[in-house]
């Protein structure tokens, strides 16, 4: 069995004294100061994560545009250079198979961001979808580190760093850009629900962009933040994970997102059929928070139960909330159990423990 694959970054996570798990083949930081202190400083002011595990693919030429919108349910037509969508790729069946971010970088240029645990069979598949268009697929993963610096504090942190007008890069904007003099893919995304950038840099180049930031962010309370607190702060957020609220086995509409699947755009792609039925009829279960003021949290596969104790959902993801002070999770329920206010179970140990329906997200910054 090989070893883990370490990012460009590693010796600097070991040297600030990070903890590491093996995450989807790579050795990735988990945490370093701890999930709490981590979790708040990006809420409060800024952190600083490496996600160079993440897979990129470019779908470049002519009929570029026409091959993702065969590829993926999005318009990618309907994307201007310097924008990006959130999408997903499908099954003929309409399952999903990764939920991926889609950066037009010209005319006939795209960059494709998969999950790291995906990024193999996203590659496979587009590569596969595209080969009847003009245009070429290549896996780029290799040519990329990736930094994120999330929080309120991050256009105070990198604007001294670049000569770009942070101020004029709208919210899932890309756009190539100069940071701590190094050429980099400034994008105004991310995982966390605040505000900041993610960085994709050449991997000779992440380690001068990760000091620049550190240095630049020293005033402004930046932290180097893992893995750990990330899950945290998309839960808060109310953002899916793959393998817990988004699978193969379920389509973008039982996770409330059918808002990506573009019907309407033209030609055929992969999964419309069942899509377009899937829309017709409402999904049995369906995706909602879970509120408890219990101690203990809601857990990836606890079972949800109703008043009487009927078993009528699952858990698919959970946590203490650092931010609210008390644990949250998500959950598929029976429909006719999923408006916010409905009292619920949730069994953790063989305990049942009262839990409420409550709206998603848990947390939303503040504009």
Avoid at 316 to 343: F, K, N, Q
Wanted: charged share 20%.
């Amino acid at each position: 069995m090989s070893s883990p694959r370490r990012t460009p970054l590693h010796h600097v996570h070991e040297a600030l004294g990070a903890t590491f798990t093996e995450f989807a083949g790579w050795q990735m930081p988990l945490r370093y100061s701890g999930d709490t202190a981590e979790h708040n400083a990006v809420r409060t002011a800024a952190g600083l994560f490496d996600l160079t595990h993440m897979g990129e693919i470019r779908i470049s030429g002519p009929q570029a545009a026409e091959a993702l919108d065969y590829a993926l349910v999005a318009n990618a037509s309907a994307i201007t250079p310097g924008r990006a969508r959130y999408t997903m790729i499908c099954n003929a069946a309409g399952g999903v198979l990764d939920d991926l971010i889609v950066y037009r970088l010209g005319e006939q240029e795209f960059l494709v961001v998969a999950n790291a645990a995906n990024a193999a069979v996203v590659s496979a598949e587009l590569a596969e979808r595209v080969s009847g268009f003009d245009a070429q697929h290549e896996d780029v993963s290799d040519d990329y580190a990736l930094i994120a610096v999330q929080g309120p504090n991050a256009v105070a942190i990198l604007a001294p760093l670049t000569d770009t007008d942070l101020s004029g890069v709208k919210y899932y904007a890309g756009y190539r850009a100069q940071v701590a003099g190094k050429d980099v893919l400034l994008a105004r995304t991310g995982y966390t629900g605040e505000d900041g950038f993610e960085l994709f840099t050449a991997p000779g180049d992440a380690e001068a962009v990760w000091q620049a930031l550190t240095e630049s962010g020293a005033e402004h309370g930046l932290q180097p933040t893992g893995l750990s607190c990330r899950d945290t702060l998309r839960l808060e957020a109310g953002m899916p994970l793959y393998g817990n609220e988004l699978s193969a086995d379920l389509t973008p509409y039982h996770a409330n997102l059918g808002r990506v699947v573009k019907l309407d755009k033209p030609g055929d792609f992969v999964g419309k059929e069942a899509l377009a039925a899937a829309a017709e009829k409402p999904t049995e279960r369906t995706l909602v928070g879970l509120s408890t003021d219990q101690r203990r949290a809601p857990r990836h596969g606890y079972r949800v139960l109703d008043a009487d104790g009927a078993e009528i959902g699952v858990v698919t993801s959970g946590a203490p909330s650092p931010t609210l002070g008390h644990p949250i999770g998500m959950a598929y329920v029976d429909r006719d159990h999923g408006e916010p206010g409905t009292e619920l179970q949730v069994d953790i140990r063989g305990k049942a423990v009262p839990a409420k329906v409550v709206a998603l997200p848990f947390y939303r910054r503040n504009a």
